[in-house]
């Protein structure tokens, strides 16, 4: 999305003389960190003021999900206070509205920013307070430590960037699936997994139209976790695997039905309401399960051992409003 410049400007203070780090306004809500925490203010719908804190590694972990997601689909929540809404135009900032205890005592807000206005304060609030040698996307055995003083940055862990591939993978003219090709190791975690190629035999004159991969030996190689990436994209069915460790650092609130198939090891599940986060459903995927998460709850994945699952989204962008409308179902079956 574009927006005029001046939307995007944000709103920064000085740096603290003695930590080192910048405060940050967006709308009705300051940002400010210390050694140990971020700390959310705002004011509530009754005029209090109101402050929330949350530990600063789970707190970058959540802010660089948010980003590098464009704000993902539905609903963003970084623990059971804060988060965001994606209106897919705008986006929804909220301390409490998705919390029926902060909700009934009135101490809730939500305010809605353009796009490009949250995405500017998120981002330079990110590159501000992630410090040299932490990797918010890191599983936590695998990077330095968030705490303490400003000390640098960690620009290229904070600004990876989607690598898209031009047709199928693996066949000319694709570009960046092969990434054990680009020599990244295979983790610790995944020593076991077999990296062999698929035999291929495609007809005579098809051979530039037919191709497979081994998606396990990719899977080995990833850096990161809990991100999924687009691996196959046929028309709105998006096939999302990812590699998992500790905990998924967000709440996921989606605005659709959304699949996980548990390619290897064990994910467990807490899911709860999407509105009031009440506690729903305690799901334990082991290799091989599938589960679909109705589209009015919010989950949140433990990953004792680094693990394969594949998110399987349905990306129309119309599926929200015929939700909503009543035309489209929450769940995935009617029993
Ligand atoms: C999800 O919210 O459904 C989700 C997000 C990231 C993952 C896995 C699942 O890596
Ligand atoms: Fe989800």
């Known amino acids: 999305m574009?927006?005029?410049?001046?939307?995007?400007k944000v709103i920064a203070s000085t740096p603290d003389a003695?930590?080192?780090?910048?405060?940050?306004?967006?709308?009705?809500?300051?940002?400010?960190?210390?050694?140990?925490?971020?700390?959310?203010?705002?004011?509530?719908?009754?005029?209090r003021s109101l402050s929330h804190s949350m530990d600063i590694a789970n707190f970058l972990r959540a802010l660089m999900r948010?980003?590098?997601?464009?704000?993902?689909?539905?609903?963003?929540?970084?623990?059971?206070?804060?988060?965001?809404?994606?209106?897919?135009?705008?986006?929804?900032?909220?301390?409490g509205a998705f919390n029926a205890t902060l909700k009934d005592a009135?101490?809730?807000?939500?305010?809605?920013?353009?796009?490009?206005?949250?995405?500017?304060t998120f981002e330079e609030m990110l590159a501000d307070w992630t410090n040299a040698g932490f990797d918010p996307f890191s599983a936590p055995q695998e990077t330095?430590?968030?705490?303490?003083?400003?000390?640098?940055?960690?620009?290229?862990?904070?600004?990876?960037?989607?690598?898209?591939?031009?047709?199928?993978?693996?066949l000319p003219g694709d570009l960046p699936m092969r990434t054990?090709?680009?020599?990244?190791?295979?983790?610790?975690?995944?020593?076991?997994?077999?990296?062999?190629?698929?035999?291929?035999?495609?007809?005579p004159g098809f051979e530039n139209e037919v191709h497979a991969f081994n998606?396990?030996?990719?899977?080995?190689?990833?850096?990161?976790?809990?991100?999924?990436?687009?691996?196959?994209?046929?028309?709105?069915?998006?096939?999302c695997p990812t590699t998992e460790e500790h905990i998924l650092p967000i709440l996921h609130s989606n605005d659709r039905v959304e699949w996980f198939f548990q390619m290897s090891d064990e994910i467990s599940w807490d899911c709860s309401h999407r509105d009031t986060g009440a506690p729903l459903a305690r799901v334990i995927m082991k290799a091989g399960d599938m589960a679909a998460m109705p589209a009015y709850c919010r989950h949140q994945g433990y990953s004792p051992k680094r693990?394969?699952?594949?998110?399987?989204?349905?990306?129309?962008?119309?599926?929200?409003?015929e939700i909503q409308k009543g035309d489209a179902p929450e769940v995935p079956v009617q029993f």
């Open 215 to 239: 998606l396990f030996a990719f899977l080995s190689r990833s850096q990161v976790t809990w991100n999924p990436s687009f691996t196959s994209v046929v028309k709105y069915s998006y096939m």
């Open 66 to 95: 948010d980003v590098a997601w464009g704000f993902f689909y539905g609903g963003v929540n970084f623990d059971d206070v804060i988060g965001t809404v994606n209106h897919y135009q705008s986006v929804d900032l909220q301390a």
């Open 106 to 120: 009135g101490v809730d807000i939500l305010e809605n920013f353009p796009t490009a206005q949250i995405k500017a």
């Open 307 to 321: 693990s394969m699952l594949l998110v399987w989204e349905n990306g129309s962008p119309s599926l929200v409003y």
């Open 2 to 8: 574009n927006a005029p410049a001046e939307l995007a």
């Open 180 to 203: 054990d090709e680009r020599g990244a190791p295979v983790n610790r975690a995944f020593a076991d997994v077999p990296q062999d190629a698929p035999e291929l035999h495609p007809e």
């Open 144 to 170: 330095g430590t968030p705490y303490g003083r400003k000390n640098g940055a960690n620009t290229p862990a904070i600004t990876r960037e989607r690598e898209l591939a031009t047709r199928c993978v693996g």
């Open 18 to 47: 003695v930590l080192g780090y910048k405060s940050f306004q967006l709308g009705s809500f300051g940002f400010r960190r210390d050694e140990y925490f971020a700390h959310i203010a705002w004011t509530t719908r009754d005029g």
